[in-house]
């Protein structure tokens, strides 16, 4: 799925699950930390993101401008964005 389509899907989810261990249940036995159900399927799913401002408040121009303050992969801290004091 292309990352276009991957967006509206999630900006229409029926739900959003995040911040768990969710178990897809597949020949793999993977595990995922949010996913997204479109009418009873699930659409997406991964690990979690901070973002720096909310994706589906901010205008679609915006976007492209949106940062990563921290990604959690597996339930550990896997990038923290530095801040600058000031």
């Known amino acids: 799925m292309e990352s276009t389509k991957k967006g509206r899907a999630l900006q229409h989810s029926d739900l959003i699950l995040q911040n768990g261990k969710i178990s897809l249940l597949d020949s793999r036995n993977t595990t ?17 993101a901070v973002l720096d401002r ?16 921290m990604t959690i992969v597996n339930g550990n801290v896997a990038y923290e ?6």
Do not use: K
């Open 81 to 86: 964005r530095a801040r600058i004091s000031s």
């Open 32 to 48: 995922a930390e949010a996913l997204a159900v479109v009418n009873g399927c699930v659409v997406q799913s991964g690990s979690s």
């Open 54 to 69: 909310d994706l589906f408040a901010i205008p679609a121009e915006e976007i492209r401008d949106i940062q990563v303050d």
